[in-house]
């Protein structure tokens, strides 16, 4: 299974407990990048530039997915290359937590780690990402889910009800 979505919008929060729920490991490809380059990726896209970011998370995103068991959680912008809507179409169930840039921006304002939001008008980002990046999130995704306002248990229930009654999973007891 893998998790798509805005920056913020709690792909790596619901990606835990859902592999948790389903006793599956857990995988933050923005944690298995930062392994790889050494240093944080924020560090890197200042220094590096968002290209080569994207080369190394298109890398990264190959391996991950390379006969891929567990939950996923994708970093915001894994979507924007095409080889990687299809490979991650491609390797598993994907679930596109779409969040309005109002809700990322209220979990994650104060977050200095987000290299696409260290701007002027991070609210402003988040709607020009939302618009870029939302058709791409659909294209991409077999289920979306409404991130709003429930807890994280709420989202993961509701993501474990959309598996069960697509006939991805069996129903829990």
């Known amino acids: 299974m893998v998790l798509v979505g805005l920056p913020g919008s709690g792909k790596s929060t619901v990606g835990r407990q859902l592999a948790r729920r389903l006793s599956l490991s857990f995988t933050d490809s ?40 567990g939950v996923l959680a994708t970093g915001g912008g894994a979507v924007l290359r095409s080889a990687n809507r299809e490979r991650l179409r491609g390797s598993g169930q994907v679930i596109y937590l779409r969040s309005t840039p109002e809700e990322v921006f209220r979990r994650v304002r104060h977050d200095g780690n987000r290299p696409l939001l260290q701007v002027a008008d991070p609210l402003g980002r988040l709607r020009s990402l939302y618009e870029e990046r939302d058709p791409l999130y659909r ?6 889910i409404e991130t709003g306002r429930p807890s994280v248990p709420t989202l993961v229930n509701m993501i474990l009800m959309q598996l069960e009654l697509a006939g991805v999973i069996s129903p829990r007891p």
């Open 30 to 69: 923005d944690h298995v990048i930062e392994q790889r380059i050494g240093c944080s990726i924020r560090d890197f896209f200042e220094r590096e530039g968002e290209a080569a970011f994207r080369d190394i998370e298109q890398s990264v995103i190959h391996d991950l997915t390379e006969g891929l068991a």
């Open 139 to 144: 294209e991409t995704s077999h289920f979306i």
